[in-house]
């Protein structure tokens, strides 16, 4: 990558020198997780690098744990959650809220709408000051109530357009889930939705 500089009153941020994780701005990974501890471990070393990295903000959505869930599993992590939700370094959000419409029979928001809310965010963040955004998605929560198929278009709608934005994308699936919904070759078939399946 470069280094070119996104400019915010008082500093700048150079552009990330290193991968994140193996990956870089621009980069759509899945990672597949057996139980909740090697989820948390895997995914919330992500946020931690993140948030050190003065360039850098997260998009954190919530899967089976809820956003006060996750809140509390990473303080237990180590990640001083409250001071950088207060810098602004990371905002947690539901999946159901994040994804589908409210009502009694929630839906699966339109791919646009959901693609523009990423979008919109991402942008926010750039005119806060932030080079980039480390967008971590858990997908358990939708696999489980039937939205697999949604999120799968989703996928294929965000491969394509990831490099619009100045993101970082982990979308992170629940194997147990996945195998409770029928699918058997999961590897093979998050690879062609992904450009990579993290370790």
């Known amino acids: 990558m470069s280094g070119s500089t996104l400019a915010r009153p008082g500093r700048e ?8 994780g193996g990956m870089s701005v621009g980069s759509h990974a899945a990672y597949i997780f057996a139980d909740s501890a090697q989820k948390q471990q895997r995914l919330f070393k992500l946020v931690s690098e993140s948030v050190q990295d003065p360039s ?10 809820g956003v006060k869930g996750i809140r509390f599993s990473m303080k237990d992590y180590g990640i001083d959650v ?12 539901d999946s159901d809220e994040w ?20 979008s919109g965010f991402v942008k926010s963040e750039e005119e806060a000051g ?8 858990e997908t358990d929560s939708l696999v489980r109530k039937g939205f697999f198929k949604q999120y ?23 194997e147990r889930e996945l195998i409770a919904a029928g699918f058997r070759e999961i590897k093979t078939d998050l690879s062609n939705l992904h450009a990579m399946i993290l370790p």
Request: hydrophobic content about 40%.
């Open 99 to 118: 994804y589908l419409t409210t009502g009694k029979a929630p839906a699966f928001k339109q791919i646009g709408t959901i693609r523009d809310q990423f």
């Open 56 to 65: 850098a903000s997260v998009l954190y959505i919530a899967g089976k744990q």
């Open 130 to 137: 932030y080079y980039y955004v480390t967008i971590i998605s």
């Open 13 to 20: 941020y150079p552009e990330p020198e290193k991968d994140l």
């Open 152 to 174: 799968r278009d989703l996928e294929t709608e965000l491969g394509k357009n990831i490099a619009m934005f100045r993101a970082v994308f982990v979308c992170a699936y629940d």
């Open 82 to 93: 409250g001071s950088i939700e207060r810098q602004r370094k990371i905002k947690i959000v």
